[in-house]
């Protein structure tokens, strides 16, 4: 296959980008994409340039290292599918694929397209854990759990932390990312008891971090890879509204 | 001259541990806020290692590569994690679960330490379940097992296709609640290149800032190492692109001795190569001979679709040769038997390189349903990669590097031959002898970071107490920092034109094709001569774009790259010297009748600890005889 590529460049934070245009012959439908950036990034090397700069780990849709905005959406055109996952076959021979970094204030780019996703991780240091010291956990068949809320948390909890969600969103939101995580616990007896503390200053974190609140246009759940599903941000929900409505009552 | 000492408490098995432990030293709360630890990686150890010692209020400081620590590679682990609870009431129990991983492991690893793994394995899944993870439960709402390959009993807990993955966000948010207390500090996007040596011991390490390219100092009064393993020494392997062996092999040279650096396991089931530019082979996990049947045709390079394959023509050869665990041998047994059915010319596919693993049979037995709902996510995966849709049609499968058991010689306390460095999870060598069962790494990297390292590092931190902050600005962190400096400035000035990827696809190929998963004396020798030709080249023929003070992913590369030729050649004359076999060493002059692996128990019953001798130097062998006080050393036999 014969493809063109529009890629965004930006030397630093600082700097400002632009798109350049690269053509690539000899690509093969079976590379998956990032293959064909390494491809890409040999000849680069080769001819004295400077590769292009991606973020990548695993190559295999669980780490959620990866993620590029690929002709206007988050990690390409097929569905539940992260960018490493991405196989060429899913491109058209001799079309052009416009590249560029996931695009929120809450996500610096570093170089080309690579961004500082480090919010995600303060928003989980915010709250995102049940509180146990190694040691004091009881026997695990202690405290029952039905299959059914184990397997809604384990839905939730697939979760892999790659912001496409973020990326997806006009308003920048991160709630999909964060309904997941309280989700997950709030579905689990062990969460409970920190419930009402979680959600709240989880939300509080994600506003203070710059992004944005939730206008319910499901972006995030079409381009999430993990089909995290919007369900649960109305579960975040009523467990933000029960929150409010205990404190009140303890207060 | 380093005697090597493992430390390993006399008394009965079962009492080694709990006695061991109250001998102890403790360090006062009051005194733990004084003392720091150095911990490098996020993976199940390192992580579940930082958060424990955060709660019992150390200065922790961690480091990664990644951006973030919820991906170390940990994260990809799919089928579960090994506990002795006997929930299923088959028999289990923590002495049996130290006998399989001993039989696994055939009779090359530490009774002690593999009896302690077993024994601190119920705590583990006790302490994922209460933080959270989402293990499978079954409709009375009791966690659910499954079996794995090597064993006969139902003892590993599992979420989905996905137990690293929720294992590692299990300790990952045990870490990040210390971060946000203050006892931990995170520092993502920084790579330890080199370990700093005060007085004798492990005091600090120089990261190299990946956004900024600037070089690190960073003090300690104890470092941990749980960087994880090498696999990818071989370029395609199960393993993430970034994991490497550098923090290890560093800290090797400075002292820390290396041990069975050949025992690498080959995994059975991964996707087979597709293109020649593939850059990683995926797992597809063990959990799947649990209902797949693996088959090849009867007849040599039968090119029908597989569905049209009859029944009779088909050869089941595992159920064939070793019927009374079938499916679920052990790796290196289902390995080396498809390796062999395909070099034989019954291999299938495009290149010959693959075997069947069928699910048709599991599928009219259970239903559709049922078996999407144990691995629906690996077939998901399995599709976007070939095209081929594994509810229709039997899936491809070739066997890939996947998990190395060698590591950093450590004691029983988990320290390397360096005081004051310790060596947590897959990056030490302790517990899985020459052949790990599925499932028990996750088992023994949480059992180390949380519940033997914490007590084990107080024993010598106790004794630190009065040491104050370690400064950076010595001669010793200069020194160290002006080698690493010299070593990336040597690599970015030999402005060749090949890149380190490509040297280390080559490499990859030559200790695949020389040191893997069958080997003997003349092409170990072969595969080392060519790896150092292959060396050479790469020091005067790398390129490298842009400099080393900026963001440099080439850079970082060909750090790794170096090290991968460096530790390949180590592995060559670990393979070359163990002239017997045993699990996943497979050397052809030591087989038995039947093919399978002959060990010498007279000879080898040793851990091959090699010592560093500096540059252009080679390397010195110490053997750490293993007694077996307790266990019979048997041939292996899964027939
Ligand atoms: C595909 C796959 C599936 C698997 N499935 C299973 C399974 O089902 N059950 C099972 O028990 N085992 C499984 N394993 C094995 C198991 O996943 C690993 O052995 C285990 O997760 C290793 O954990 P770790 O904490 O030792 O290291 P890792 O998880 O590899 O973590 C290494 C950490 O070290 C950091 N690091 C490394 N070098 C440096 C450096 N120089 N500077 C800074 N940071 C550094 C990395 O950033 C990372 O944080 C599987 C392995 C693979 C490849
Ligand atoms: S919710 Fe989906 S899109 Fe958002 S971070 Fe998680 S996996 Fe990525
Ligand atoms: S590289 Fe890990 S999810 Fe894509």
Redesign the pocket.
């Known amino acids: 296959m014969k493809v063109t590529l529009k890629i965004w460049r930006q030397k630093n934070a600082k700097a400002k980008g632009r798109f350049v245009k690269y053509k690539l012959e000899n690509v093969s439908p079976e590379m998956s994409f990032l293959e064909m950036l390494d491809y890409l990034n040999e000849q680069l090397i080769k001819s004295g340039e400077d590769p292009v700069v991606f973020d990548h780990d695993c190559r295999?849709g669980i780490c959620g290292a990866c993620g590029l905005y690929i002709n206007g959406r988050p990690h390409g055109p097929e569905k539940r599918t992260t960018t490493c996952e991405l196989h060429m076959r899913s491109f058209k021979d001799g079309g052009t694929i416009v590249i560029e970094p996931w695009r929120s204030k809450a996500f610096p780019v570093i170089k080309d397209l690579m961004v500082d996703r480090t919010a995600l991780d303060e928003i989980i240091r915010s709250g995102g854990y049940i509180s146990v010291n190694t040691g004091s956990a009881p026997e695990a068949n202690s405290i029952p759990v039905g299959k059914h809320l184990s397997d809604k948390a384990f839905d939730a909890a697939e979760c892999i932390g790659c912001g496409a969600c973020v990326a997806a969103c006009k308003n920048s939101s991160a709630m999909l990312f964060v309904a997941a995580k309280v989700s997950q616990m709030a579905f689990l007896p062990h969460g409970k008891p920190e419930a009402a503390d979680r959600v709240q200053s989880m939300v509080k974190k994600a506003d203070v971090l710059g992004f944005g609140g939730c206008s319910n246009t499901y972006s995030c759940e079409h381009d999430c890879p993990k089909g995290i599903p919007v369900e649960f941000i109305a579960k975040m929900n009523r467990e933000f509204f029960k929150a409010k409505v205990c404190k009140q009552k303890v207060e | 001259m380093i005697k090597l000492d493992s430390k390993i408490p006399s008394g009965p098995l079962s009492e080694k541990w709990e006695k061991y432990k109250t001998g102890l030293k403790l360090v006062s709360p009051a005194n733990r806020k004084k003392l720091d630890v150095i911990v490098?990686?996020?993976?199940?150890?390192?992580?579940s290692a930082a958060s424990s010692l955060g709660e019992l209020g150390y200065n922790v400081k961690v480091?990664?590569?990644?951006d973030t620590?919820r991906?170390?590679?940990?994260?990809?682990?799919?089928?579960?994690?090994?506990a002795a609870k006997n929930y299923k009431n088959d028999g289990d129990s923590i002495y049996r679960l130290f006998l399989d991983t001993i039989k696994g492991g055939d009779y090359r690893a530490r009774e002690a330490n593999v009896y302690r793994a077993a024994e601190v394995s119920n705590q583990v899944i006790d302490h994922y379940t209460a933080l959270g993870v989402p293990f499978a439960h079954d409709y009375g709402g009791m966690l659910d097992t499954r079996s794995f390959g090597g064993v006969q009993v139902s003892r590993t807990f599992?979420a989905k296709g996905q137990?690293?993955q929720q294992c590692?966000l299990g300790t990952y948010s045990s870490l990040s609640r210390q971060v946000n207390k203050g006892t931990v500090t995170m520092y993502s996007r920084?790579?330890?290149?080199d370990l700093v040596i005060i007085d004798g011991k492990a005091r600090g390490i120089i990261?190299r800032n990946l956004v900024t390219g600037e070089l690190e100092r960073y003090s300690a009064h104890a470092v941990v190492l749980?960087?994880?393993?090498y696999?990818t020494v071989f370029y395609l392997?199960?393993?993430?692109l970034?994991?490497?062996?550098?923090?290890a092999w560093v800290s090797h040279k400075k002292g820390a001795l290396f041990a069975n650096p050949s025992f690498i396991q080959i995994?059975p089931t991964s996707v087979p190569v597709l293109n020649e530019y593939q850059s990683k082979l995926?797992?597809m996990?063990?959990?799947l001979r649990n209902d797949g049947r693996v088959w090849v045709p009867k007849q040599k390079n039968d090119k029908r679709h597989p569905n049209e394959i009859p029944e009779e023509e088909r050869d089941y050869y595992l159920e064939r040769q070793y019927p009374a665990y079938g499916n679920l041998v052990p790796r290196d047994v289902g390995s080396r038997a498809a390796k062999e059915r395909c070099d034989a010319g019954y291999g299938v596919g495009d290149t010959g390189l693959a075997v069947y693993l069928d699910f048709k049979d599991a599928i009219k037995k259970q239903g559709k349903k049922a078996i999407e709902n144990k691995y629906g996510n690996l077939f998901e995966m399995y599709e976007k990669i070939s095209g081929i849709i594994p509810y229709d049609e039997p899936m491809r499968i070739y066997p890939a590097g996947?998990?190395t058991m060698g590591g950093l010689w450590v004691d029983y306390n988990l320290m390397t031959t360096i005081p004051g460095l310790y060596a947590?999870?897959?990056?030490n060598f302790s517990d899985h002898g020459a052949n790990?069962l599925?499932?028990?790494?996750?088992?023994?990297?949480s059992g180390d970071?949380y519940f033997i390292l914490p007590y084990t590092i107080a024993d010598y931190l106790a004794d630190d107490i009065a040491t104050s902050k370690i400064p950076t600005d010595t001669p010793e962190f200069e020194k160290a920092e002006k080698a690493v400096n010299e070593r990336i400035e040597r690599l970015v000035n030999i402005k060749g034109n090949e890149t380190a990827t490509s040297y280390h696809r080559k490499l990859g190929k030559i200790l695949w094709d020389y040191c893997g998963m069958i080997r003997n004396e003349e092409g170990i020798k072969k595969g080392a001569k060519l790896l150092k030709e292959l060396e050479e080249d790469f020091y005067k023929n790398l390129i490298i774009p842009g400099t080393g003070a900026e963001l440099n992913q080439e850079l970082e590369k060909a750090l790794r790259v170096e090290t991968f030729f460096e530790i390949g050649q180590l592995m060559c004359q670990d393979a070359l010297n163990r002239k017997e076999s045993c699990g996943a060493h497979f050397r052809e002059e030591s087989q038995t009748e039947t093919g399978e692996t002959l060990r010498k128990d007279e000879e080898y019953a040793y851990v091959a600890a090699w010592e560093f001798k500096g540059e252009g130097k080679e390397h010195e062998l110490h053997k750490e005889p293993l007694n077996f006080e307790f266990v019979e050393l048997k041939q292996r036999s899964y027939k």
């Open positions: 295999e | 490098v990686g996020t993976g199940l150890a390192g992580a480091f990664c590569f990644q620590p991906r170390a590679h940990s994260v990809a682990a799919q089928g579960g994690i090994n599992y137990t690293g590692l920084k790579e330890m290149v990261s749980a960087t994880g393993g696999g392997s199960t393993l993430a970034g994991s490497n062996p550098m923090a995994h995926t797992l996990s063990e959990s996947h998990y947590i999870g897959e990056s790990r599925g499932a028990n790494s996750l088992m023994q990297c970071g």
